[in-house]
């Protein structure tokens, strides 16, 4: 009878340990959970990063755009007369030897008057 009562305690022992493991393995996974979705390096937090970089590298991809359409400006105005010349009657109004300017004056009757009290 000793024997089996032995028998009975060792595998009461087991089964306790195994329980109490379980309860430290579930444990670890709430606790890796909680990790998981909180703290400085969370997946709330990770997923935040990964936005601001994917904005980050669309903002850049325009900027790289943008760049290359000013270095194109910049080749075409230290290269091309017609561009040159373009900007200068523009900007500066330079006018060609011959030609004529005409400016159009504002017509005096069809400029909007002061609002006056009656």
Not at 35 to 54: I, K, N, Q, V
Not at 86 to 104: I, P, S
Request: aromatic content about 6%.
């Amino acid at each position: 009878m000793v024997k089996q009562n032995r028998g009975r305690q060792w595998l009461e022992w087991r089964r306790r340990i195994l329980i109490a493991t379980q309860m430290i393995g579930a444990g670890g996974c709430v606790w890796l959970l909680v990790a998981l979705f909180s703290g400085e390096m969370g997946l709330t937090r990770y997923l935040s990063m990964r936005d601001h970089a994917r904005n980050l590298e669309q903002e850049l991809s325009a900027l790289h755009r943008e760049n290359a359409l000013l270095q194109r400006d910049i080749t075409r105005l230290q290269h091309d007369p017609a561009k040159i010349e373009q900007l200068a009657r523009e900007q500066l109004g330079y006018v060609r030897k011959g030609e004529t300017v005409y400016q159009l004056a504002p017509d005096p009757e069809k400029t909007p008057q002061p609002f006056s009290k009656p």
